[in-house]
């Protein structure tokens, strides 16, 4: 059996969301189940208790303000950040990063969390992916890679 797999979402209009259901989607067809969450109902000590177990966190995250999370990821950004030592030791993850390159910190967000993840003690599975306004082709290379690297997860048990 694989490990659990959970996708997480950050979004205020949308878009993250809906990369996301496209994500599950294609990991289901490649033989991967998986789990979707909202950002909005998390924060870091739910982080935290995924790695309870090794499992993967795959996080698709848009960015507003000038580089700043979108709202329903604030409280779980603010509580990532204080957090002490490597607690994600367990974690598996990969983020995509959806964005707008007319703004000057283009993916900004997803690129904080990309970095504090791997600062938690979290492995990077496969390498962020930024994505500009038309993020369908971003998502299909970035789940690509993703795919890639559970498959040879698996096969190298
Ligand atoms: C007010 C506003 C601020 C934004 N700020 C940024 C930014 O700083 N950097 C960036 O790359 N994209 C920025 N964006 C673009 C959004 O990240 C992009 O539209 C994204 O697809 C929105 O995804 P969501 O619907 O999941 O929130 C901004 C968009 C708006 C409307």
Redo the contacts with the bound molecule.
């Keep these: 059996m694989s490990k659990p797999i959970t996708i997480l979402?950050?979004?205020?209009?949308?878009?993250?969301?809906?990369?996301a259901n496209t994500v599950a989607a294609k990991l289901k067809s490649a033989g991967f189940d998986s789990t979707l969450v909202s950002a909005a109902n998390w924060t870091a000590p739910d982080v935290v208790n995924l790695a309870a177990e090794p499992s993967t966190l795959l996080v698709v995250a848009?960015?507003?303000?000038?580089?700043?999370p979108?709202d329903d990821a604030i409280p779980l950004w603010d509580t990532l950040k204080e957090l002490d030592g490597t607690p994600l030791t367990n974690i598996r993850f990969s983020v995509l990063?959806?964005?707008?390159?007319s703004?000057?910190?283009?993916?900004?967000?997803g690129a904080n969390l990309d970095e504090r993840l791997e600062q938690l003690g979290g492995t990077r599975i496969a390498a962020r992916v930024d994505?500009d306004?038309d993020?369908d082709g971003p998502t299909q290379e970035w789940t690509k890679e993703v795919i890639s690297a559970l498959s040879s997860d698996l096969a190298a048990r």
């Design positions: 979402f950050a979004t205020t209009t949308g878009n993250a969301e809906d990369a848009s960015t507003w303000g000038e580089g700043e979108p990063a959806l964005g707008d390159r703004y000057e910190i283009f993916c900004g967000f994505s306004v993020y």
